[in-house]
């Protein structure tokens, strides 16, 4: 079985900052690409920022700028730096992994369970 655990949201004042984290454990071979969405109540589920296993990212354009995704391989996480927050970036924020089991087998992609952020005075 493959987790993934997102840590590092909360509430933060407008103009702030927080990191998410997301580590992934158990039965991983290899990591390709990792990458963070979010998910509003009632709203449909929609990218940030992704990014590959050889450090290539991709950005929404609400994120470019203001958002940065990067990973650690050795420790199987994903990171998402945010900075300058504004109200309309609350939301549940999700991590994905697509992850091999083993050397030759398919990759699948994994999600967690997320973590809340609330951006509010």
């Known amino acids: 079985q493959v987790q993934l655990v997102e840590s590092g949201g909360g509430l933060v004042q407008p103009g702030g900052s927080l990191r998410l984290s997301c580590a992934a454990s158990g039965s991983i071979f290899s990591i390709n690409g990792m990458g963070w969405y979010r998910q509003a109540p009632g709203k449909q589920r929609e990218l940030v920022a992704t990014i590959t296993s050889s450090g290539r990212t991709n950005y929404a354009d609400s994120a470019k700028g203001r958002f940065t995704i990067s990973r650690d391989n050795a420790k199987n996480t994903a990171y998402l730096q945010m900075n300058s927050l504004t109200p309309e970036h609350t939301s549940t924020y999700l991590c994905?992994?697509?992850?091999?089991?083993?050397?030759?087998?398919?990759?699948?992609?994994?999600w967690g369970q997320g973590t809340q952020v609330t951006v509010s005075s």
């Open positions: 994905t992994a697509e992850v091999r089991r083993i050397r030759w087998g398919p990759a699948h992609t994994h």
